[in-house]
């Protein structure tokens, strides 16, 4: 079956429809040098000749390492329940939870997913959903940029760096004035604060895995008039301080360590809570719960009109894509977890963390970073460069963490160490054992 929608007939009428007489005059407004000079397709292959090449680029990746890499994205376990439930038909296909009367199903999973980021942030509504973390972050900001009608944004420089990569390439065109600064120093953040302040992002665990209560930061931005926004690890905040506990207004996170897959990258899932005040600010789709005139439960999509979605001129953002099945597969792994389960969950990333930091730092030349607490990740300075001291631990099996110097060029030695429950005792030594043989 040839997979070409237009014959050579269909292309000469529409080239007559336009008055021309040839492709090439179709794409003359182009220059010179970007227009494609040639066609180099190979000839078609077989279905076992796809696969085999395929299989051949997917052999390219270094696969099947023991993981200890984090930076905001997690190998965690995913209970076997999680995909089996996604990959029901009815989910799986559900398509747009718009028509209520036909997506109660789909509804009903997005409202139990938002009570679940409410009751973990301890603010009062939260939305499904949007793309990423970094994507999260960029809408919570636009909402104290909306909220305040101000355009100052105080940025930690503790908060991601892919997340500060991605503000900034979100707002380039915006005029918004980013500072980045170590704003998580209560006496640098006083010194920044002032009545153009729209808000303060902070992210706890920070980048480098350390505990932190921003309370008395929040506190000042409330008092300079702005909006406090945190930045969360999920699992973290079933043993850390709430958001709400803290004073800030906004919660956001990566929700791919709520039963998602690392994937190369993703599909990802970011999660987004506020207090009332900001409820019909937030962007996305919310889902409520109500009765029909007869008295049953329904649900359905809240507080917004359509013209959030699809007119680009009305809307308060263009977040479209509510991205339900990453929701489902994190309220279900939420709900398989349950509220003990996950704080026994977190406590084992923290137990093992804490044995991989004393393995290591027991290696001559290997010095712990940062003074804690510290929640499933922590930094270490090598006497080597972390990307040749990475390279080499490939080659024994095991990602040893993620080298610092790729963001933070003054930390070339620094490695940051991310441990989840699924990594034993004996992988935890295997890394520590084949980090001193190459040092």
Known sequence: MRFTPHTPEDRADMLAALGLGSVGELFAGLPEDLRCRQWDLPQG???????????KLAGLNASGLVCFLGGGFYDHH??????????RGEFY????????EMSQGTLQSIFEYQTAICRLTGLDAANASLYDGGTALYEAAMMAVRKTRRKKLLVA???SPIYRIMLKSYTVNLHLELVEADVSDPAELERLLDQDTAGLILQNPDFFGVLRDYGQHFAMVREAGGLGILGCNPIALAVAKTPAEMGADIAVGEGQP?????????????FMAVTN???????GRIVGRTHDAQGRVGYCLTLQTREQHIRREKATSNICSNEALCALAAVLFLGLMGKQGLVELAELNMTQAAYARERLTAIDGVQLL???????EFRVRLPLDARMVVSRMIDKGIAAGFPLGRYYPDQANNLLVAVTEKRSKEEIGYLAEGLEAVL
């Open 258 to 270: 709520l039963g998602l897959p690392l994937s190369f990258g993703g599909p990802y899932l970011g």
């Open 45 to 55: 292959l077989s279905e076992p000749e796809v696969s085999q090449y395929l299989a």
């Open 78 to 87: 995913i209970p076997a329940a999680v995909d089996a439930l996604i990959s």
């Open 157 to 159: 420089n503790n908060v």
């Open 370 to 376: 940062d003074e804690g607490p510290w929640f499933n």
């Open 93 to 100: 296909t559900a398509y747009t939870p718009y028509q209520a």
């Open 277 to 283: 005040k900001l409820l019909r600010t937030m962007p």
